[in-house]
T-cell receptor
Framework: DGGITQSPKYLFRKEGQNVTLSCEQNLNHDAMYWYRQDPGQGLRLIYY???????QKGDIAEGYSVSREKKESFPLTVTSAQKNPTAFYLC???????????FGPGTRLTVT | SQKIEQNSEALNIQEGKTATLTCNYT??????LQWYRQDPGRGPVFLLLIRENEKEKRKERLKVTFDTTLKQSLFHITASQPADSATYLCALDIPNRDDKIIFGKGTRLHILP
């Protein structure tokens, strides 16, 4: 089955710790994205990558980092510098501009 | 900067009726506009894409219109069913900004049995 997966579904961390969220796709998509969703808010773009070994900051990149070493994988690290890390994180992929995005099931991160 | 407004936070519609959701945008006209469905605790699922040169797009019980003069898209669900209850998001592209799209906050739709 083709699709996009995120793991884990729920993640709990103590304040001050870095945490990495996984995102894998087997859709052969070039473009991948990370969004954050807070209650009552729309999706806000954190980082995106149009091609392997290249990525750009989105609207709220501060306190986050990514890598794109493989076409299939786009992990997101939430660093201790992110002031409000508790949120629902969504990864997506697409064939690129003008095409729909396919979303993973999301990871709910809680930092206490 | 571009802004997207989706009408009301929640919309209650009687089963069997047509649900109509609105997406308004300011500033520039996008090359295309997309609609997604999101269920609680899950990722959005793509429904329809309509391009700037298309007035209307249909898929089964779904219909999307795109009026670049009014800067508005309407999303219709005909013969609505309780299973259609979800949050519906509209998204549009940002010209010359690579593959980025921006999302509205969404409209929660409740289909009442």
């Amino acid at each position: 089955d083709g699709g996009i997966t995120q793991s884990p579904k729920y993640l709990f961390r103590k304040e001050g710790q870095n945490v990495t969220l996984s995102c894998e796709q087997n859709l052969n998509h070039d473009a991948m994205y990370w969004y954050r969703q807070d209650p009552g808010q729309g999706l806000r773009l954190i980082y995106y990558s149009q091609i392997v070994n290249d990525f750009q900051k989105g609207d709220i990149a501060e306190g986050y980092s990514v890598s794109r070493e493989k076409k299939e994988s786009f992990p997101l690290t939430v660093t201790s510098a992110q002031k409000n890390p508790t949120a629902f994180y969504l990864c997506a992929s697409s064939h690129g501009q003008g095409n729909e995005q396919y979303f993973g099931p999301g990871t709910r991160l809680t930092v206490t | 900067s571009q802004k997207i407004e989706q009408n009301s936070e929640a919309l209650n519609i009687q089963e069997g009726k047509t649900a109509t959701l609105t997406c308004n945008y300011t500033n520039y006209s996008p090359a295309y506009l997309q609609w997604y469905r999101q269920d609680p605790g899950r990722g959005p699922v793509f429904l329809l894409l309509i391009r700037e040169n298309e007035k209307e797009k249909r898929k089964e019980r779904l219909k999307v219109t795109f009026d670049t003069t009014l800067k508005q898209s309407l999303f219709h669900i005909t013969a609505s069913q309780p299973a259609d209850s979800a949050t519906y998001l509209c998204a549009l592209d940002i010209p010359n900004r690579d593959d980025k799209i921006i999302f509205g906050k969404g409209t929660r739709l409740h289909i009442l049995p």
